[in-house]
């Protein structure tokens, strides 16, 4: 079984700021793993994902995420946080090869940005 | 462009009444999803389609309903047994093969 946590409703930075929201999973099996940006009243898209290939993943918009199997963790940075960047974030896991339906959603964290 | 349409993107209802939910898409993505998102949560699977005139039940599929005659089309009537339809409803789809999802832009709901 899969799960995951993302730690932290609300995170608040600074334009120009280090984002890192954070993010750790449980998993039976090594896992895929997904980061998805939500603006508000508006769909999820896809930042980026993890599918056992390298461990530091690049995404959309200057994100990145990092793969730790020690840690479980899978969390999510920019280095320069920009307005624009203001929305929901959201974790999720999957098993490898397992059906989208099976996708297990973290409860989200908040982005604000301060200028 | 190819993407999914929802519609309305509000609408409002008042207790006791079904009301149905569009989901239209033109990606050619064989499986189509339903999340109910509440503030504060995650996305939660209410019904999901892999295949025209099949589909399962998610984890919160008390009080929803959905068909799938069409490839392009999958449905959800939010009906008045579902005690609690106030939420954000997300459609997605993907291709079976990635299970990468693509959402559309939400109906918000909302029961006077």
């Known amino acids: 079984a899969q799960s995951v946590t993302q730690l932290g409703s609300h995170v608040s930075v600074s334009e120009g700021a280090l984002v890192l929201l954070r993010c750790n999973y449980s998993?039976?099996?090594?896992?895929?793993l997904f980061w998805y940006v939500q603006y508000p009243n508006q769909g999820l898209q896809l930042l980026l994902k993890?599918?056992?290939?390298?461990?530091l993943v690049k995404g959309i918009n200057g994100f990145e995420a990092e793969f730790k199997k020690s840690e479980t963790s899978f969390h999510l940075t920019k280095p320069s946080a920009h307005m624009s960047d203001a929305a929901e974030y959201f974790c999720a896991v999957r098993a490898p090869y397992s059906s989208a339906s099976k996708i297990i959603f973290g409860s989200g964290t908040r982005l604000s940005i301060r200028p | 462009d190819g993407g999914i349409t929802q519609s309305p993107k509000y609408l409002f209802r008042k207790e006791g009444q079904n009301v149905t939910l569009s989901c239209e898409q033109n990606l050619n993505h064989d499986a189509m999803y339903w999340y109910r998102q509440d503030p504060g949560q995650g996305l939660r699977l209410i019904y999901y389609?892999?295949?025209?005139?099949?589909?399962q039940k998610g984890d919160i599929a008390e009080g929803y309903s959905v068909s799938r005659e069409k490839k392009e089309s999958f449905p959800l009537t939010v009906t008045s047994a579902q005690k609690n339809p106030t939420a954000f409803y997300l459609c997605a789809s993907s291709i079976v093969r990635t299970g990468e999802l693509f959402f559309g832009e939400g109906s918000r709901l909302t029961v006077l």
């Open positions: 993890y599918t056992s290939a390298a461990t």
């Open positions: 998993s039976s099996v090594p896992p895929y």
């Open positions: 389609s892999q295949i025209v005139n099949d589909f």
